[in-house]
């Protein structure tokens, strides 16, 4: 295995048989590393070094390997830290491979979760279109229960869905098609404990939290998330939306400096930090 944060290296195009092997093995939940089938390498320079590009085992075996139960975190920003325009525009910030990126983390996850805000602004569908796999059941989180039920997530169908609110918000009756289940309040938002542990409850253990910035950073701040990806565009805003935005500390020793990979997709770079044992 190679040293972590030690490498930038470009994805593979898709192999069929490595993804549906991946797929499988994202089923059955090993306990022990078990390479799913021979991985192939081409040789590249970075900075005048030779060094094998990571295909799809390389990418995405560690994260299954992380354990039946994790939380994996995504966001897609610009240089300088923006996930969207003021206005809320996010289409696209980054590329092409990194939306594949997405669809796949998706495919391999048990649940994809979204903040409110996300519906609102991008109202996405959450369902795999652009890989083979199945549709994760998605996870809409908006502790108000403001969001009314014309959004794609609450009426098409496509996948089973889960409304997660307030529990003083909860009630019996679906949202458009979603169920409705009342969650533990933290702060202004939901306990992200309480989401991990509902979920899992459900068998929903391998999470994918695709935003936006202020779900994902709830997450981080409570030291619930396992994963952090930040695929990076080559794009300067210059205003707008953050991604991650935690309270202020005092002095750089007390922020985050965890353990990471780096994966070239095209033009962006994405970085995932291993935030296990962090104190985050």
């Known amino acids: 295995m190679r040293p972590v944060g030690q490498h930038v290296a470009e994805t593979q195009s898709d192999d069929d048989a490595a993804w549906d092997a991946l797929r499988l093995l994202a089923r059955q939940r090993p306990a022990v590393r ?3 089938v ?11 070094t030779e060094m094998p590009s990571p295909s799809l085992c390389d990418l995405y075996l560690p994260l299954l390997e992380a354990g039946p139960t994790v939380a994996i975190a995504h966001l897609g920003q610009s240089l300088d830290g923006r996930i969207a325009t003021a206005s809320g525009a996010s289409h696209y910030v980054t590329g092409e491979q990194d939306i594949l990126h997405n669809h796949r983390m998706r495919a391999l996850c048990d649940a994809v979760l979204v903040g409110a805000g996300t519906v609102r602004h991008d109202d996405p569908q959450l369902t795999v279109r652009l890989c083979s796999g199945p549709n994760p059941v998605r996870v809409v989180v908006d502790t108000e229960r403001r969001l009314d039920i014309g959004y794609h997530v609450f009426r098409d169908g496509c996948a089973e869905t889960l409304l997660l609110t307030a529990a003083d918000k909860a009630t019996k ?17 939901l306990c992200p404990q309480a989401i991990r542990r509902t979920l899992a409850a459900r068998g929903l253990a391998r999470l994918f939290i695709e935003g936006g910035g202020i779900t994902v950073s709830r997450f981080v701040e409570a030291g619930s998330l396992d994963f952090l990806q930040v695929t990076i565009a080559p794009l300067i805003i210059g205003s707008g939306r953050m991604g991650i935005s935690l309270p202020q500390v005092s002095t750089l ?3 985050i400096r965890p353990p990471v990979r780096y994966f070239r997709f095209g033009a962006d770079l994405m970085v995932e930090c291993d935030l296990r044992g962090c104190g985050a």
């Open 34 to 36: 078990c390479d799913p």
């Open 38 to 48: 021979p991985q192939r390498s081409v040789s590249g320079a970075v900075d005048g």
């Open 173 to 189: 009756a679906p949202h458009g098609l979603a169920e409705v289940v009342g969650i533990a309040r933290r702060g202004q938002g």
């Open 253 to 255: 020793s007390e922020g």
